[in-house]
Structure formats: structure tokens, C-alpha cells
């Protein structure tokens, strides 16, 4: 138990009085008295034992099936901030749209060539900053499709420490690193942290679906986080906090006007705006049209007038895990039927007549 | 974030090392500036705002040490200058405002004095180098050494980072010598340094940093757990013992590596046979400090026994009080040294050979005794330690175990302490049970465990204890 240093430990503070050869990189572990000779590093017991490790440590923390982020990875929104005006279509909005939004699924259904990608974030208001920050990074020279997600949560003032928008600004903002870097580290971290003993390694191993309130998430490229989470009773969960946050921040005329006007801007640059109201259980939807007192059929007129076309699409059996948000399949079902509402969308005139017709 | 063993940085700054070492360590000068520059950026890491501090503080016992070869006239005075500016470090940034918030109790301090003292950042493993830097000074003017004239030997000396922040204190007898020398790089030694380091890995974080979030839960909210606090205090005995003597071995190991030889700092404590065998096995580069340039300058056992007894009193205050500015620590150093006094009541002052059942019961009641120690030592206040042992003695207190009590992590830390225990004892009547004595392969495979297990199964403690004193 204790640092035993017996004399036999062959410990002699002293000099061997054998100086060793030194210079070479493939002897330097091996300088020593006579004894050792000169034989070279991969023969070298600690050398071997050190690679065994950090070996072992790789393999242990690649494969290990456990591996999930407690709370969201930085790196993952920081990376939207960067993706750059290379994308056909995107898709902007709040929660509800990086957890429920399979970008993937417009691809084929629009007949996109540069692809489709999720640019939603946490708690995220509709600012214009926002949506400009979504627009940049579609191709000047692709058909440029906005998809906005108008949800109630999404037209409050945006609370700083809560908007993951503005959170991701500001992490980027303190990034010491370049950004490839930070996502190794910071994922490599995760990979490192140690094995949840308190909760059992079989259970952990096993963990494909969720069986607890954690949340299991897979984060995609395109930006889309494929979740869910086991609420006993989601309808009430979602209903108590979509109530809770209406008390804390409620609607803002003032997000609604400016987003209107970020959207008149964006229709006269050229972008085909595309704006939905995103599903949720209806008892959840009633929730917040009482707490939130937003008149939708309003945002929807003042949207259209604007040149940007709303959406209805008629959605399949979804599933909410937790009153709110879309679990892996659901969200695939909705994109789904998303993309092909735009697909059959034909954006109005901005004094409300369809072009065309 | 500092630099500790267990973080990435310093693998980093440790895997830097170790390739240039081979290529430096030959040559005298390029070996002690690197041994310097690497400790230097080590402590610099945590603050480099101590660095400056450490350099004066250590320039000032350098240069006071040569005065006293160049000056003999001046030695004594040179000394007291060496002392007085160690100490005087010490007492400010440690212990200042301890006394401050003491005499703001009787009288009134102005705010600003007392808002400027809670201020100050005490600077990590202060009390370390402090010591170890005095002892140089003290050796120089005993003539048990010469002045070293080289500053990149001193420096590495007192900076070496392997102990720079938590010990062993290594006196300037032991390891200045060693410097000159490029030391004993062979093959046995790098191999007992990394099993001395995967141990020591293994300590900390897997049995250390699993009983810490118990203990800690513990002693912040203050339960009523009745005699369940012994199973507290048992958890704070195992995690403190795993904790230091894990960091001691950490720093043994990476000596070894070097080349060079640290003086052992732990010997199986709780397998004592009274108090003052306790002190033999616990912390024994400071307790031997403490002898050599406290008890026995004042006397020690040799000027009746009511002097030893006064000695004996001062050094363990003064022990107990460098562990920390809180009257918890000198409680604890009073107690010990009243633990002393018994023992030496009993015994008359002579080692006794206890033998079969009284041997077992002295180990027993030596071990209630330490335990008793330690909640003194580790709770908030005085009076919680006071009503923690109430509630051990039975006379108040019957709840349960914290609710955040980890079976898993709890039992994990167990089983490895108990795997040790097994496997020292098993060594001792089967010799080829002893690690160093396994063939080459599966001591690597044992290393590598180890490692491993300290990476994928540690625990969520955090910093070492001692990095507070």
C-alpha cells in the first residue's frame, strides 16, 4: 500500500558511473549501465508498456458504445456559426427544429444539388441577426429556400445565458483554437470521461433507446440532433413548460415586427422564404396559444404579405417523447412531409397574389 | 486550471520531458536548467504570478547560504535573515488573515485591513518549499553541506516538480548531491518509477476521488448519522491516506524514472502501533522535518521530561497549525500531541514489543484514535467536529447514510484497498507474490491496469487535498 523503496529496487541515487549514449532517438530510453546493452526503444519494457496504454486508451475510448453528451457539445453549434454560403436549402428556427427538423429527407423530395441543412438552435428568437446568420449561408447561386420555424417560444425577447444562437456567437467568439481543433479536444474529452459505474456498465452498453430522463442524442452533420428521452407523462410535461416559460419571458410584438421586416429583406434579396408553424400534441399547441396569446393566423398574413409562403403540411402519426419535441422517426415523418409541402408551395406575390397566376 | 498530475497538460508537459531528458540529462548544466525550466512552467502553470515569489524567496536562502561561507562573522545573522523572510512569506500569505478575522474578533479592524488580509491567494505548496528551502539554509549553517554556487542547481533543487507542490520535502542533503550526478537512468528504475506512478494514478483517482464526493456530502451538510460516522471518518481516512501518499508516490515514481531517489513518505500508517508510530509511518518527510529543526533544537527527549513534554507540545501545534489557518488543524495538533503524552506516559518513554492479543488491541485503539483525529482534522468548525464525535461515542445522532452515498464507487475503492491489503500480506510470506518480483510482462500488464482503470473508472474527486496546505 505504501511507496516501498527497498534496496532492492536496484534505486542507487548515485551515478551508475557509465555515462550512456545519448543523440540517438531510438536509443533514448535505453542508456544504462552494461547490463542493458544497446538494444533498441520497441525493446524497451516501459516504452512497450506506456504504448500498451495509450493504445488501450484509444481503442477503449473509440469503441465504447456510452459515449453521449450531457448537455450539448459546443463545438456542434459553433460549427453552424461556420458552415459557409454553400447550401441550397435551410432550415431556421429553435429546439423544435434541431431536434425535429431530418434535413437529409429534403434532398431527394426538392431535388436539391448542395443539400439541406439545420440551423436550429436552443431556446433561439427569430432576430434578425438570427435569420441573417441563416441566410449567409445559403449559395448565391443555388435556389436559396429559407425554412422558418415560426413557434410561439421563438417570438419572445431573446434571454441571454438561454439563446443558443447567442451563446454559440459568444463561445466562438472566446475560441482560442482553431474550431477543428476544439471539436477533437472537446470530443475526446467525452470519450475519456469515465465509465458511470453507479448506473452499471450493462446498462450503459446497452443503451440504445432511452430509458431514463437523460437524453440519448446523435448529433448529424447537417445540423439535426436525433433525440429522445423517456417522460413518463410527456402531454403534461410539455403543457407545464410551455406555461413556465411564458411566464418567464412572454411574446414580444417587438421580435414579431423585426421579423417581418428581416423577411421583406430577405424576399427582396432573392431568398424564397418559407414559413411553418411546427407540430406539436394539440393539447400542447392549445397551451401555448393560451399562455402565449400570439395570433397566428396574423404572423401567417403579415408573412405572406411580405412574399414568403406558409406552410401547412398535413403531418402522420408523430411522437412527442416529451410533449414538445420529436423523437428519430417522427422527426423523419414530419421532414418528410415538410419537404414535400414546399415542394407543392408556391411562394405569393408580395401583394398576396400567387406568381403565376 | 493548474498543471496537477491528473491533468492533460501535464501528460503533455511530462511526455516533453521525458524525450528531452535522455538527450540533457548527461550534461550537468543543460540537465539542471532543464529540470528548472520544466518546474518553472509547472508551478507557472497554476499562477504564474507565484512564480516571481518562489524565485525570491528562493534567491534569498541562496544567497543567504553563500554569505554564510563567504561571511562566517555573518552566519548566525544570515540564518535568522533566512528564516525570518521564509516564515515571514509563510505567515503572510497563509496565515495573515486567519490572524486578522482572530483579533477582529477581540477588537475592531478597519474594513479595508481586513477586506485586504481575506484578499490575499495563498500560493500553491507554499508551505513545501518553504520548508524545504529552510532546511538548506539550516544544513549550511550546521556545515552538514556546502552552498551550492550554481543557481540552476539550487533552483532545481527547490523547484524540482515532481514534489514542488505537495512534497515529499526533500532536504537539501538528499537531493543536491543527487543533482550533481546525472543519475542512475536504467532500466530497473524507469520500471519501479512507472509501477510507483501507476500505483500511485490508481490511489488517487479511483479509490481517493470515489470516496470524496461521500465524504465531502458528509461533512457539508452536517447530518445526524449517529454512529454512522464512523463510516464517514473510515471514508475520510482512506481517502486522505490514498490521496497524499498517492501524490507521493506519483512524485517517487517520476524520480525514479529520472534517475533519481525521493525519501519515502508513507509506511503503511494505519497498521500502527501507537501514536507515535503512527508518526513514524504518516507524512514522514514532515514529521522528520519537524523533529530534526523543531524538537530536538528545543531540546528534544534529552532535557527532563517536562521540557520534552513542552517540546513535544510546540511541534505538534506548529505541525498542526502548517496543515492550515484554521483552529481545526491545531485542535488536531494539540490532540496528537496529547496522544503523545500518553503514550509516552505509559510506556515511560521507551519502545515496547507488544506481542499477540495486546499488539491487536493496540493497533486497534491506535486506529480509533487516528480516526478521531481525522474528524477533528477534516470538519468545518470546531464545533462540528465536537458534535461529530458525540455522535460517534453514541451519545447523540441515529439517521442514515447520506442519500447520495454511491455503492458502486464506494465498493469499487474497497475492493482495490482490500486487493491491496490482500496482496501486501499474501507478499510478505510469499515473496513471489510481490509485484517488483513478477515476471517483466505481467508487471507491464499490471501497469497498464492500473492506468487504465485511473482513466475509465476514476472518480469524481477533484484537486489533491494537500494542494490546500
New interface residues.
Partial sequence: ?????SS?????????GH??P??RVI???????P??GRRGLLS???F???L??VT??VA?ATLRTDVRFAGAPKWFWMEKLCWGPRHDTIVVGDSRVYRGIDPSQFDSRLGLVRSCVNFGFSSATLTPAFVEAAAATLDPNGPRIMVIAVTPASLRAPIRGKDGYIAACEDLGRLRMPLRIARVVEEWELH?A??A??R?FGEQVAASRATSDEYVQHYHADGWVESDRHVADPIAAGVAVVRRDFERAPYSPQVEDDLIRAAEKLVRSGVRLVAFRPWVPPEVAMAEDDAGGIDFGRVRTRLEACGACWIEPSMPNLRSYDGIHLDGPSARAASRALADAIARCKPPTTNGNRPGS | MGMSFMSGSFLVLMALFMIGWGFVRPHRRLRLIAITATSFVFYGWWDWRFLPLLVATGLVDYLAALGMESWPRWRKCLLWASVVSNIGVLVFFKYLSFLVSQIGEAIDISAPVSDMASSIILPIGISFYTFQSLSYTIDVWRGRIRAVRDPFHFFAFLSMFPQLVAGPIVRATELLPQLETPGNFNRANRMHGLRLASWGYLKKAVVADSLAPFVNEAFSSNPELGLAWWIVTAAFALQIFCDFSGYSDIACGIAYWMGYRFPENFRRPYAAIGPRDFWSRWHITLSSWFRDYVYIPLGGSRRGSIRTSASLTFTMLISGLWHGANWTFIVWGAYHAALLQVERAMNGGRSTELRGVWRLAAWAATLVAVLAGWVIFRAESLGQASSVLRQMLGASGAGELPSMIAVPSIALAAATIAAACASYALAKRIPWLAPSSWPTPFQCAAIVAALLASVFLRGPGSDFIYFQF
Fill in positions: 500500500m505504501t511507496s516501498s523503496t532492492s529496487d536496484a534505486a542507487c541515487p548515485s551515478a551508475s555515462e550512456p545519448v543523440g536509443g533514448l530510453w535505453l542508456p544504462g549501465g547490463d542493458e524497451d519494457p516501459c512497450l508498456t506506456l500498451a496504454f488501450a486508451v477503449i475519456l469515465p465509465f459505474i453507479d452499471g
